[in-house]
């Protein structure tokens, strides 16, 4: 039998720095309009509440790195057991516990698998509130200083150092949204819904 820590794989947060959202840019135009442009990749990383997020699934994370680690350390000690026992076991008594090793392998497996997936699920939904917030602090500052559109900078391929108003977003952000709470009930029956056995 291969190696239980081959078999269960750890947790990983690899999408949290991958925030894109589109540019919303100020600098009056031949009409007389005027527009402002909005870093959101750094409104959603640097502000406290988008470092609320990240601590709370950073705290979670390694809970639940600690659950996997229990359950290997289990796992490896059964197995150790029955390695020990192998010639003092009848050849059926040997494979019965065997397969109540491998067993527990395979709920290991669905284990990582779920925590994953909560752990996906519920940044995703942190996250699209902190949008949302922020999509009405950049609104709030565009009718406020009567602009006529607001982009992203990644939708601006050159701009004025007035036109950016991503100070003033952050600031904002920081009074009025310091922290967003992670929804994890939430998050864990969205993903028992989602799952093909239910």
Not at 135 to 163: G, L, R
Request: charged share 25%; net charge positive; proline share 2%.
């Amino acid at each position: 039998m291969k190696t239980i820590t081959k078999t269960l794989l750890a947790i990983s947060l690899s999408a949290m720095t991958a925030f894109s959202m589109p540019a919303m840019a100020a600098a009056p135009a031949a009409s007389g309009q005027t527009f402002g442009v909005v870093d959101m990749n750094q409104v959603l990383q640097s502000t406290d509440a988008a470092k609320s997020i990240f601590k709370q699934m950073d705290a979670r994370r390694k809970r639940y790195q600690a659950e996997i680690s229990k359950a290997e350390n289990s796992l490896r000690a059964s197995e150790e057991e029955l390695q020990k026992q192998k010639d003092t076991l009848s050849k059926s008594a040997f494979e019965d516990k065997q397969k109540a090793i491998e067993e527990k392998v395979i709920e290991g497996q669905k284990m990582v698998q779920n925590r994953r997936q909560i752990l996906d699920q519920a940044f995703s939904t942190a996250m699209n509130s902190l949008r949302h917030s922020a999509a009405q602090i950049v609104a709030h500052i565009a009718k406020e200083k009567h602009y006529s559109a607001v982009f992203t900078d990644q939708a601006v391929m050159m701009s004025m150092p007035d036109m950016d108003m991503t100070k003033d977003v952050i600031d904002q952000m920081n009074k009025k949204v310091k922290s967003i709470s992670v929804d994890w009930k939430k998050a864990s029956k969205d993903v028992d819904a989602m799952s093909p056995s239910r």
